[in-house]
């Protein structure tokens, strides 16, 4: 998305479609690893960024595990990696100058509290119906997750 975004297309680019699928499976934040998100839909990512005049930041693992832990260490809840990404990109931005930190500032913040309930609570985990490998042909992933209903 950010190098659509930079390249002010609404279309997603990929330099290497084989690239970007091994790509998204380094990523912490396992669910911003879609490589067909919803950003250049009507009133997807791509419009509201226009609209708000909005940027999109790159954070690496280490940047948004800081993050986690320093939204742990100041707010006392831990945050799934995805939002770990927001307080990483929105920390770059404050640094760069992109932003000012004495205005006010908003974040959602999703996925909180999960580590805190699983130490709480008994889990009961459930395996996945199907598997499919990130290099299945697109027919097959599609038969196979028809035959799921």
Same mark, same amino acid.
């Given at each position: 998305m950010h190098d659509s975004w930079k390249a002010d297309s609404r279309n997603i680019v990929f330099e290497d479609e084989a690239k970007a699928k091994i790509d998204a499976l380094t990523i912490?934040?396992?669910?911003?690893?879609?490589?067909?998100?919803?950003?250049?839909?009507?009133?997807?990512?791509?419009?509201?960024?226009?609209?708000?005049?909005?940027?999109?930041?790159?954070?690496?693992?280490?940047?948004?595990?800081?993050a986690c832990e320093l939204f742990f260490e100041t707010e006392g809840n831990d945050i799934h990696p995805a939002a770990g990404v927001a307080v990483a990109g929105m920390i770059k931005s404050i640094e760069s100058g992109k932003i000012d930190k004495s205005?006010? =500032?908003?974040?959602?913040?999703?996925?909180?509290? %999960?580590?805190?309930f /699983? *130490?709480?609570?008994? +889990?009961?985990?459930?395996?996945?119906? =199907?598997?499919?490998?990130?290099?299945?042909?697109? %027919?097959?992933?599609? /038969? *196979?997750?028809?035959? +799921?209903?």
């Open positions: 912490d934040a396992k669910v911003l690893s879609n490589r067909r998100p919803p950003y250049g839909v009507a009133g997807g990512l791509y419009d509201a960024l226009k609209d708000c005049g909005g940027d999109i930041e790159i954070v690496d693992n280490l940047q948004l595990r800081k205005k006010n =500032l908003m974040l959602n913040i999703t996925g909180g509290g %999960e580590n805190r /699983k *130490s709480e609570k008994k +889990l009961i985990y459930k395996t996945p119906d =199907l598997v499919i490998d990130n290099n299945t042909d697109i %027919e097959i992933i599609l /038969k *196979s997750a028809e035959s +799921l209903f």
